[in-house]
């Protein structure tokens, strides 16, 4: 009889954004009760070499720490997930294709390409290493949706087995409906929001969004958002200074 890789339901819950890079900042913010904490390397200043500094950081270790890469990189989604990162975030997923190869990337033999440690930080630098890699449960994968085509492919792409959300990058989306040139792909960014969350949702999958700390998220909720990164570690520090800085000026 074919053994099949163990299928779990797994979601997140309130999370934030790191992009500076201290562990001084991660290692506080991970005291915050914060369900996950998201590493950007795709915008902000952190760099590949700051990540496992950062992982170590992370005092509470119930917190999942999930990382965004700018692009795709197999060699990369593979060392990161071996330091112990909880999973990965990929920005502009905008096919099945390119979400599959992703997936296939994070997971090991026979269900993906990812090259086996058992002596990495993952798994206790070899003390937790699993026994039979069918109980091992794989890290998670949240696909980015930013642009027309990722809305569109949106039902498709949830349904790949490995992706556990789909999680809209409002500003980048936002952007690239309003640019279009085929007047048709211009729908507005409510109806965008819908159709992803619809397809995440018929999947059996979450869909999470970046919010503003200020947001009021209950529309979102409604639609079927579940998982909210709220604001990030830079944000808090403009928008604290400038209360403080108008405070003093009073």
């Not at 992009?19 to 998201?38: C, V």
């Not at 294709?97 to 930080?121: D, N, Q, T």
């Amino acid at each position: 009889m074919k053994r099949e890789e163990k299928s779990r339901i797994r979601t997140l819950g309130a999370g934030t954004w790191i992009s500076a890079g201290s562990p001084a900042i991660t290692e506080m913010i991970s005291m915050m009760n914060f369900d996950w904490l998201l590493f950007d390397l795709e915008h902000g200043f952190m760099q590949v070499h700051d990540i496992l500094p950062n992982l170590m950081a992370v005092c509470d270790k119930n917190t999942k720490v999930i990382v965004r890469i700018s692009e795709f990189s197999s060699g990369l989604i593979a060392r990161i997930l071996d330091w112990g990162a909880s999973g990965i975030m990929m920005p502009h997923v905008s096919s099945p294709e390119e979400a599959a190869c992703i997936v296939e990337a994070m997971r090991y033999p026979p269900f993906g390409k990812r090259g086996f440690s058992g002596s990495s930080r993952s798994f206790s630098y070899g003390k937790n290493a699993p026994k039979d890699i069918l109980q091992w449960e794989p890290p998670l994968f949240l696909a980015q949706i930013e642009n027309y085509e990722g809305v569109k492919n949106a039902e498709s792409i949830a349904a790949v087995e490995g992706v556990d959300m789909l999680f809209v990058g409002p500003r980048d989306l936002q952007l690239d409906l309003s640019v279009r040139k085929n007047l048709n792909e211009r729908i507005p960014f409510s109806d965008a929001l819908a159709l992803t969350a619809e397809a995440a949702i018929s999947s059996g999958k979450q869909v999470g969004i970046l919010v503003s700390p200020e947001d009021d998220t209950s529309d979102l909720r409604k639609i079927g958002f579940s998982a909210f990164a709220i604001g990030s570690e830079l944000s808090v520090l403009r928008s604290g200074y400038q209360k403080i800085k108008c405070s003093i000026n009073k």
